[in-house]
């Protein structure tokens, strides 16, 4: 994912904080961070997508724009909207619809906190979750049928990734590093790398970050149903599974 340019009010109160971050010495205090759920998002996106078949936890931003066979009260700018083509033709815009702009306007659909031991992230553990009824496609039956028969929220409401370490650390004005780590769906783990980039957002850290897994893994690792994913397993006409974030994190008190 491309770092973006980020806008931020104060730039006065982020001096400290850039300056511990970059700059302070390995012995420094442990560092704990907490992620702001109404400026945290997460995404899905399915490779090829038909149009459709992409998802997040904050389709109240203006960036996020839903697909075709969409319910009432979905909000569609054909002027913007990117071209995209109803066909098993893979699209290398992943995801689709990044956001461009941070904004206080998703559901609180987030939790997590990272922690380090000092302020260049040496031993950096953290976990994040994302509740999985709050993803959204833009057709309600979908994702009522998803959250019913495909995630099963009332056994499985949550997705966690767990952070081990953070490798290949970058300094900069855009901080970059790669998370290793455990993404969890339906209860069963699968060991994730992660590459982040981190650039100042108002008082904290905006940080992004995207994986992928090949999509019979739904089926064949996470164990979900096939005959209830339907024709995109079935017939094996979805390739990769795509995922990701776009977190706020704030200094914890």
């Known amino acids: 994912m491309k770092p973006m340019t980020t806008r931020f009010g104060n730039r006065t109160a982020l001096v400290p904080i850039l ?4 700059t302070a010495p390995a ?3 442990a560092v704990r961070w907490t992620v702001d759920p109404a400026r945290s998002l997460a995404w899905w996106q399915i490779d090829p997508h038909y149009e459709h078949l992409w998802a997040t936890t904050c389709p109240d931003d203006p960036s996020w724009q839903a697909g075709e066979g969409r319910s009432p009260g979905y909000y569609v700018d054909y002027s913007t909207r990117p071209v995209t083509v109803a066909s098993g033709r893979s699209d290398t815009r992943i995801p689709l619809f990044p956001r461009h702009r941070v904004r206080p306007v998703c559901r609180h659909a987030i939790r997590g906190e990272v922690t380090a031991s000092d302020s260049r992230w040496s031993g950096a553990r953290g976990t994040v979750v994302v509740l999985t009824d709050s993803l959204v496609t833009g ?5 009522s049928y998803a959250r019913r ?6 056994k499985y409401p949550e997705l966690r990734f767990r ?3 953070l490798v290949g650390i970058q300094p900069g004005d855009t ?3 790669t998370a290793i ?4 769906a339906h209860g069963v783990p699968y060991p994730v790398t992660v590459p982040l980039t981190a650039v100042p957002e108002d008082g904290g850290l905006r940080v992004r970050g995207q994986f992928s897994f090949e999509a019979p893994l739904l089926v064949e690792h996470f164990k979900m149903s096939r005959w209830k994913l339907g024709m995109g397993i079935g017939y094996k006409r979805w390739k990769t599974v795509h995922a990701g974030v776009d977190l706020v994190l704030v200094p914890a008190p």
């Open 19 to 22: 300056a511990s971050l970059l």
């Open 27 to 29: 012995a420094a205090q």
């Open 139 to 143: 057709l309600d039956m979908r994702d």
């Open 149 to 154: 028969f495909i995630f099963e929220t009332g």
């Open 163 to 165: 952070l081990d370490s």
């Open 175 to 177: 901080l970059r590093a």
């Open 181 to 184: 780590g455990t993404f969890e």
